[in-house]
């Protein structure tokens, strides 16, 4: 374990969480952005319904929320379970983490979506015991599409 990863554990085991600034870098983010577009018209239309939510299920445009993303897609699957996102939250938990989910909201940007990002806790969805889990929110900026 790197210094880096010792603060930010450090920083999570006194206050339960820890902000990291620039976890990726601009190239990173990009191809991230790429592979979202991508996902987000080829992937996301193919969706069974429990995994893809829209503001309005008429309007494909409007989607609020992809759940489970690296079930149906090998470079989000890479992401999760492959990356520094997987070696921080290792070592951080002190063993292997295991990935639950990968999510997308697309309500951050547009005030007229309503979402309640407090319901998105590994506790609410999921029966974790002992409850040794973390939650990883990536906030960036994305266009919004009209």
């Keep these: 374990m790197n210094f880096i990863n010792k603060k ?21 983010i990009q191809e991230i952005k790429n592979e979202l577009d991508r996902y987000i018209n080829i992937i996301a239309p193919t969706l069974p319904n429990h995994h893809v939510f829209y503001e309005d299920k008429e309007d494909k445009s409007t989607i609020k929320n992809l759940q489970q993303m690296f079930t149906y897609d090998d470079y989000f699957k890479q992401l999760i ?5 997987q070696e921080l939250a290792s070592s951080i938990l002190g063993e292997k983490a295991i990935a639950k989910n990968l999510q997308y909201f ?32 990536s906030f960036g900026v994305r266009e919004w599409r009209v």
């Excluded at 379970?81 to 996102?85: D, V």
């Excluded at 979402?115 to 973390?134: C, E, G, H, I």
């Design 8 to 28: 930010i554990k450090q920083e999570f085991e006194i206050d339960g969480y820890a902000a990291i600034y620039s976890f990726f870098e601009e190239d990173k």
């Design 81 to 85: 379970e492959e990356s520094k996102i």
């Design 106 to 137: 697309n309500n951050f940007n547009n005030p007229d979506l309503n979402y309640n990002l407090s319901t998105t806790y590994p506790q609410f969805y999921y029966d974790l015991f002992p409850q040794k889990n973390y939650t990883f929110f």
